[in-house]
């Protein structure tokens, strides 16, 4: 398989952003294959692509617990996943739920 099937492939493949539907990582991966002639599309680029698809860094490079959670606002990453959850689905917090921090 040429490497600008290959990166076709992954772009079709990659997971809508639905917090920015206007910027596409897929579609940059789309256009990158098509634009850019075959030969100068390496297999250690495509070996990129797979290793971000497949998480191979955050497997081969895990963040600590004291990273993830900081002593100075121990629930800020968890919270900021559930704010993207949320915003994701289209649920947001009313004026007083964000004056009073109050998160579902």
Do not use: C
């Amino acid at each position: 398989m040429s490497a600008s099937r290959a990166l076709n492939r992954l772009a079709s493949a990659w997971p809508k952003d639905p917090l920015r539907p206007h910027l596409q990582f897929g579609e940059l991966l789309q256009y990158i294959a098509e634009s850019t002639p075959a030969d100068k599309i390496s297999a250690r680029t495509v070996g990129a692509v797979k290793s971000l698809e497949s998480n191979d860094l955050m497997k081969k490079y895990p963040l600590s617990p004291k990273l993830r959670t900081p002593a100075s606002f121990p629930k800020h990453y968890d919270r900021a996943v559930l704010g993207n959850k949320n915003a994701a689905l289209g649920k947001g917090r009313s004026f007083l739920q964000v004056v009073f921090g109050i998160y579902k």
